[in-house]
C-alpha cells in the first residue's frame, strides 16, 4: 500500500522531471545567487539561538490530507504581518499546491511584507525547488530524511549551504536523525506527525529530545496547541516551535500567537 509521503514525493518527482523549455539549472542558480546576495538576508538559525524569548515558526497553510480545506481564502501577506507583529521569530509557508493550496506566490507576498527568516515548507526532492525558494525570498527549506536517499540529503544540503541558506532537516525517529546529523544536519526539526499514518504523537519530540546532537538547534513541528506543551518541550531542549494548524484554525491569530510566544515567560 502507498503511504501519502510516498505518493507525494512520486507526484513532486514527476513534476520535475521534464526540464524542456524550462531555464537550465545553471540559469536558476545564477539566478538565486544573485537574489540571495544582492541584499540582507535573514537566518533561520540565528532566530532559532535567540534566548530571550519562545522561538514559534508560525506556520501559512490553507490545507492538508489530515484536515483537508483549513482556510482556502487565508491571504499570505496579510497572515504573514499578523504573524510578525504578534511574536514570530519566523514564518513557514506551505508551498505544495495539490494537497496545501499553497504556491511559491505566497512565498513571494510574505517576503515584501516582513522581516523575519522565511521557511519554505515543500517536499523537496530537487536542487530546482532550492534554486526557487531562494529566487522567491525564503531565508530556509524543508528537507524531510524520510522522502530522501543519504546521498541525495547531503547532496541538497550542499545546495543550501552554498546559497546561505539554512535548512529545517525533519526526522521521526532516532535512525533518522543519526541520518541527518551524519548528512551535515545541524537544524533539526522533529515532526510529531507520522508522515505515513498522519497520526500526531507529542511524545516523538520528548523521545528524540534525549538524544539532541551536541551543537545542534532543535524544534518541535505539528500537534503544539497550547503555552504548556511549549514550557515541557522547552525544558527537554527544544529551541523553536513550528506551529501551524492551532493558528490556522483559530478565530484570533495574532492573539493566539501572543499568548504562545509568552509561554513560560524570557528563556533567559
Not at 54 to 75: L, Q, Y
Not at 108 to 113: F, K, P, V
Amino acid at each position: 500500500m502507498t503511504t501519502f509521503l510516498e505518493k507525494i514525493v512520486a507526484e513532486t518527482r514527476e513534476r520535475f522531471a521534464d526540464r524542456s523549455g524550462k531555464p537550465g539549472l545553471a540559469e536558476l542558480r545564477g539566478e538565486a545567487e544573485a537574489c540571495r546576495f544582492a541584499h540582507d538576508s535573514f537566518r533561520l538559525s540565528d532566530a532559532l539561538s535567540r534566548r530571550d524569548r519562545v522561538n514559534i515558526i508560525a506556520e501559512i497553510k490553507r490545507a492538508s490530507p489530515s484536515k483537508d480545506v483549513i482556510d482556502a481564502a487565508a491571504d499570505a501577506c496579510e497572515r504573514a504581518v499578523t504573524y510578525e507583529t504578534s511574536g514570530a521569530a519566523a514564518i513557514s509557508i506551505l508551498t505544495e499546491p495539490k494537497y496545501f493550496r499553497g504556491s511559491l506566490d505566497d512565498l513571494r507576498d510574505a517576503r515584501r511584507s516582513v522581516a523575519v527568516p522565511l521557511l519554505r515548507k515543500d517536499f523537496i526532492v530537487d536542487p530546482i525547488q532550492i534554486y526557487e525558494a531562494a529566487i522567491a525570498g525564503a531565508d530556509a527549506v524543508l528537507l524531510i530524511v524520510a522522502a530522501l536517499s543519504e546521498n541525495d540529503l547531503r547532496s541538497l544540503l550542499s545546495t543550501t549551504n552554498s546559497l546561505g541558506l539554512d535548512a529545517l532537516v525533519e526526522v521521526h525517529c532516532l535512525d533518522e536523525l543519526n541520518t541527518a546529523v551524519k548528512a551535515g544536519a545541524n537544524v533539526l526539526g522533529v515532526n510529531n506527525r507520522d508522515l505515513h499514518s498522519l497520526r500526531v504523537d507529542l511524545s516523538t519530540s520528548f523521545d528524540l529530545a534525549r538524544h539532541k546532537p551536541k551543537g545542534c538547534l532543535l524544534v518541535s513541528e505539528s500537534g503544539i496547541s497550547c503555552a504548556e506543551e511549549i514550557e515541557q518541550l522547552s525544558e527537554a531542549g527544544f529551541d523553536g516551535f513550528l506551529i501551524g494548524e492551532a493558528l490556522m484554525t483559530s478565530g484570533d491569530p495574532s492573539k493566539k500567537l501572543a499568548a504562545l510566544a509568552a509561554a513560560g515567560g524570557s528563556r533567559g
